[in-house]
């Protein structure tokens, strides 16, 4: 029969306790024990510097007198003679293992619980299982109470703030500062000055920083700590104190109370401020809401735009706060901000790094990635920059980064190419050759057409070797044609061209954005309706991919509103979506296709000169002035020619060919065949469209019967033959070798 065991619940002990636990299990194994005892659960306690436990421990050998080594001694000597009994209930470790627990383990995990909720919290944490480990009913009692450690002196010392030390539950910037702890910071003269201005007033001194991640909040407040530390900040103010936020996790209430009790006449710095008043306990955010009331001490808390429209609802935060704008850095203050932080870079890296390389990377962070604003992006370039260079380095020469390891202007740019998809980096002289053949390279696959082909090469060259307004797309150009001309062709292409697939063309079809509702869907829903939180799907894919080929289908179908979200983009380069973000649109190719006009353009009776004149009176007619003259260029697809016919037929041929060479297999088409099926086009108004239908028809579906009833051995040449009262035949040749 299998013997029921309990189970400790995940939710009893704290983070910190239960890594403990996980320790103590490491020492268990090692002492060859079966049972977790009150020995080993302190000894662990012993070896874990950030825990609470361990600093109250060392909080009491600095004020007791007694030495460390000894009380580690006494304590390991304890665990390894202790014996005890399996009480059939187990800790689970974070591999899954079930650890036995003694008698005593659970008593000090029990009764560690009601102590901790008799403070108002929900987890037995270090501090709580260290007083329980004292009492007289278990048996580290004698280790720790001959050495003055008893469970009201536990207690007493857990509710003293002087025994909070660095990296428990929080730190003093400012004393890092003075050690020279801190790091490099660079001061931002204008904002540090407006801060310290709202720091010396002497009520409603509290403060919420605004600026989405990456704009220097943070570095602000460690500005602050600097001055301060150089006594030049607001009169008064001695510390600012930052909460860990590990410990937070664990105990927001308890960690609170802390930096509350440290922070009095000064600062108290909490990041992400809205998790006390979303998510948090109740117990942290009565604490927080006393603060927020009393002038006892200032609270600079920040949040992003989003994080404060919900908080400024609230009238505790819009009475006692002030919310201080922190813009994005300009390059060359990001520059600068770089050349500060080069020093740690090159010291963390092992590289070294050239000034212009800092430059540079500030004027491509701030161009190019736009997920993140500055100095945010710029930094995260840097990093990414170096990595790349120190794995290069190390691959190349082994183990040891040579002295002479250096970041460079290109090393930045080949970084900043694989972070945003955007191929910055200096062209190679293969590229090179690429560019200056790009109109050869189209022409593979759009036959005629080769005024589109000429303007669209152009433009993409220009931009290509930075010959561009750097705020306006690459190009935007509207398609205008009959059908089956290539327009949509044209843009597969140049999505083909430029990220080697076709499949990295965006493409939007305007017959689904005919109400004006619609351009809610391209941007996203603004706050408060249906879709905010699904994005758009325009502004998401540029986000993501900023580099890109928008192709938008049948145009003149969109509702008024779509064009005047596309006016903005033609202009400035740049869409704000329905959460307020702005996405950048100034690497991207815009390119529209349009029927307008193209019955004339399709009129083989008409000149070519009048259809066109026909057809720009048309479009004029249809779009507004101020939309057209935004575009680049008005490009005109002609119908196709026989000819042009013909050497489409060809590139499809070419397809079923691969096709069939998958089976090992190769197809020969004779001339005559090729003739026949171009005969069987009775639209030809509609270019080349009916061609794909006529090959699924007239050779696939046939062809398809034919390696079902013959199924020809691999290495077969297949021939396909007009037959003489019309239709096609297949031949089989010998087998190959």
Known sequence: ????????????????????????????????????????????????????????????????????????????????????????????????????????????????????????????????????????????????????????????????????????????????????????????????????????????????????????????????????????????????????????????????????????????????????????????????????????LAIIGTATDDQFAKLSKLNLVTDRTHSFKVPPATVNESTEILKTLGPAFEADYKIKITPESLTETARLAGRYYTVEPLPGAAVHLLHRACAQLKVDVEVDSGDQVPQDGRLDVDDVMHAASRLTGIPIANMQSDERERYKNMADHLHKRIIGQNEAVQALSRAVKMARVGLKDPKRPIGSFMFLGPTGVGKTELAKALAEFMFGTENALITLDMSEYMEASSVNRLIGSPPGYVGYEAGGQLTDAIRERPYSVVLFDEIEKANVKVFDVLLQVLDEGRLTDGKGATVSFSECVILMTSNIGGRFLADPSLA??????????????????????????????????????????????????????????????????????????????????????????????????????????????????????????????????
């Open 608 to 737: 070519e000169a009048f259809a066109r004149e026909a057809a720009e009176e048309a479009v004029k007619t249809h779009f507004r002035p101020e939309f057209l003259n935004r575009l680049d260029d008005i490009i005109f697809f002609h119908l196709l020619t026989d000819e042009n016919l013909r050497d489409i037929m060809e590139l499809l041929l070419k397809k079923e060919k691969r096709l069939v060479a998958e089976r090992d297999l190769a197809l020969e088409i004779s001339e005559a065949a090729k003739t026949w099926l171009l005969e069987q086009n009775d639209r030809p108004e509609w270019g080349a469209r009916p061609l794909r239908r006529i090959i699924q028809k007239h050779l696939r579906e046939p062809l398809a019967d034919f390696l079902l009833e013959e199924n020809p051995p691999p290495g077969t040449t297949l021939k396909v033959q007009k037959q003489k009262n019309g239709g096609l035949k297949f031949v089989q040749s010998k087998s190959k070798g």
């Open 1 to 296: 029969m299998t013997e029921k065991r309990g189970t400790l619940a995940k939710r009893i002990p704290s983070t910190q306790l239960a890594l403990s636990l996980n320790k103590a299990t490491s020492l268990m194994k090692a002492k060859r024990k079966q049972v977790m005892t009150a020995e080993m659960l302190l000894m662990a306690f012993l070896e874990l510097p950030h825990t609470e436990a361990y600093q109250l421990l060392q909080t009491f050998s600095r004020e007791r007198g007694f030495a460390w080594n000894n009380l580690t001694y006494d304590v390991e000597r304890a665990a390894s003679e202790r014996q005890a009994r399996d009480e059939r209930f187990d800790f689970v470790t974070e591999r899954g293992e079930r650890i036995p627990l003694s008698d005593e383990i659970l008593t000090v995990i029990d009764e560690g619980l009601i102590l901790a909720e008799s403070q108002g919290k929900k987890q037995c944490n270090t501090a709580h299982a260290l007083a329980i480990l004292s009492k007289i009913k278990v048996g580290t009692h004698w280790l720790l109470t001959k050495r003055g450690i008893t469970y009201q002196a536990v207690l007493e010392t857990m509710a003293s703030p002087s025994v909070v030390v660095d990296g428990l539950n929080f730190v003093d910037l400012v004393a890092k500062a003075k050690g020279g702890s801190l790091g490099p910071i660079y001061l931002r003269p204008e904002l540090l000055a407006n801060l310290t201005n709202l720091l010396s007033m002497t009520v409603n001194r509290h403060l919420i920083l605004l600026g989405p991640t990456g704009v220097g909040k943070r570095s602000l407040v460690l500005g602050l700590a600097k001055l301060l530390a150089q006594n030049q900040g607001p009169t008064g103010i001695k510390s600012v104190i930052q909460l860990n936020e590990q410990a937070l996790v664990d105990d927001d209430s308890a960690v609170l109370q802390a930096g509350l009790a440290a922070a009095k006449d000064g600062v108290l710095f909490l990041p992400d401020i809205i998790r006390f008043f979303n998510g948090g306990s109740q117990l942290a955010f009565n604490e927080l809401q006393k603060a927020l009331l009393g002038n006892d």
